[in-house]
């Protein structure tokens, strides 16, 4: 029991630390996008490549004096062309689940509290250990929406001499959220066993 109470402190930490940080890297990167875009009112970044009829510019090294071609793999730019309908609906979808998170985020801290209290094999850790795990996956996936919409967006409303914009794939490594719900049936399945034992003693 100690080092689950152990582990769930680390959890509370690790969760504080993370969030502090990202929210940190959020801020400064919007308020310098910002700064930025006086002008713009939309902000992108392509992942592009070359097409049949890109002519490559060239580098002049310095110790060769040799040129050599280069090319881009990613724009940034801000342009000022309208949201599609799907991007709208998107944003007011991901608007509308951040407030799931949210009671996801305090079903885990209440969890978290619980194990320290000694209580951890019950149906409310279960349904609160769903609860967060559930509705951060479905804000990550609607993440991964709202960039394949974006991406499609920004194709229709701009042309790029020499270069297609291609999609530049998954925002997310998928791995760690699956796994978190794999554990969190595995738990669940856990309790269930206990109380059947439990009713049968």
Not at 6 to 12: D, F, P, T
Not at 14 to 39: C, I, K, N, P
Not at 88 to 103: D, G, N, Q, S
Not at 130 to 152: C, D, N
Request: hydrophobic letters at 50%.
């Amino acid at each position: 029991m100690k080092k689950i109470k152990i582990l769930a402190l680390l959890v509370i930490v690790a969760f504080v630390v993370q969030d502090l940080m990202d929210g940190f890297r959020g801020f400064t990167d919007g308020y310098q996008a910002a700064g930025d875009s006086t002008e713009h009112n939309v902000h992108f970044d392509l992942a592009v490549r070359p097409t049949d009829t890109f002519v490559p510019d060239t580098l002049q090294s310095i110790a060769t004096g040799t040129e050599i071609p280069y090319w881009a793999t990613r724009i940034e730019a801000y342009g000022d062309f309208e949201p599609s309908v799907a991007m709208i609906v998107c944003v007011v979808a991901a608007a509308i689940l951040a407030l799931f998170v949210l009671y996801g985020i305090y079903c885990m801290i209440r969890l978290v509290i619980d194990v320290l209290r000694g209580s951890v094999f019950t149906r409310k850790n279960v349904r609160r250990m769903r609860t967060f795990v559930y509705s951060t996956l479905s804000l990550g996936v609607l993440f991964e929406v709202v960039s394949y919409v974006s991406y499609l967006n920004v194709v229709a409303n701009v042309v790029i001499p020499g270069y297609e914009v291609v999609y530049s794939g998954l925002k997310y490594t998928w791995l760690p959220y699956f796994l978190l719900a794999l554990f969190t049936e595995i738990f669940a399945i856990g309790v269930k066993l206990k109380e059947e034992q439990d009713l049968t003693i």
